[in-house]
Antibody
Framework: QVQLQESGPGLVRPSGTLSLTCTVS??????????WSWLRQAPGKGLEWIGT???????YYNPPLKSRLTLSMDTSKNQFSLKLTSVTAADTAVYYC????????????????WGQGAPVTVSS | DIQLTQSPSFLSASIGDRVTITCRAS??????FAWYQQKPGKAPKVLIY???TLLSGVPSRFSGSGSGTEFTLTISSLQPDDFATYYC?????????FGQGTKVEIK
């Protein structure tokens, strides 16, 4: 069974760096069938796509976040990570990681597995 | 970038009601489109992909339709478990975007 679990600090100081890791079990992040995304949801707000990383391919970033954002993978730990610099209160949100797998979905690639979400507050 | 306009943002309905949520894309995305359901404190779950294909296990009272720029999620007979927030998302290219969400509450 595929499981994703976000981890990282729940509190980040303004102007600091937000770092989160998604640990995947039940699927290998190096399997080229899959690719992996980060999303977030500010309190009381809707879903925002942050970025998507492919093991053997490009990484895509949400343009408003691109200058502050880095997505990476640690294949030895079957994890992928997010790093967001120069954070402000506007970055306060629940951060989700998720998996795309087009194969069962006729080539469409919805997020079929999600982590439970990691709340992050940006505050001094 | 593709923008998605979802309506209504809030919907009050009774058990057994037929409910329709609409999402409009700013450009043609054929059927590269999905609907998600989110309950409070939980991660979203995909209900429909390819605009109209139900994920295995999703009740048949849910249906999706549309292509191009206009998409609809219909719940034929609202059940207690359906009270949640629903989001549309395009799967056409990057950046991926979501609609603003529709919160379905009990009347």
């Amino acid at each position: 069974q595929v499981q994703l679990q976000e981890s990282g600090p729940g509190l980040v100081r303004p102007s600091g760096t937000l770092s989160l890791t998604c640990t995947v079990s039940g699927a290998s992040i190096t399997n080229n069938l899959y690719y992996w995304s980060w999303l977030r949801q500010a309190p009381g707000k809707g879903l925002e796509w942050i970025g998507t990383i492919y093991y053997s391919g490009p990484t895509y970033y949400n343009p408003p976040l691109k200058s502050r954002l880095t997505l990476s993978m640690d294949t030895s730990k079957n994890q992928f990570s997010l790093k967001l610099t120069s954070v402000t209160a506007a970055d306060t949100a629940v951060y989700y990681c998720g998996r795309h797998n087009p194969e069962p979905y006729s080539g469409y690639d919805p997020l079929d597995y999600w982590g439970q979400g990691a709340p992050v507050t940006v505050s001094s | 970038d593709i923008q998605l306009t979802q309506s209504p943002s809030f919907l009050s309905a009774s058990i057994g009601d037929r409910v329709t949520i609409t999402c409009r894309a700013s450009q043609d995305i054929t059927t590269y489109f999905a609907w998600y359901q989110q309950k409070p404190g939980k991660a979203p779950k995909v209900l429909i992909y390819g605009a109209s294909t139900l994920l295995s296990g999703v009740p048949s009272r849910f249906s999706g339709s549309g292509s191009g720029t206009e998409f609809t999620l219909t719940i034929s007979s609202l059940q207690p478990d359906d009270f949640a927030t629903y989001y549309c998302q395009h799967l056409n290219n990057y950046p991926r975007t979501f609609g603003q969400g529709t919160k379905v509450e009990i009347k």
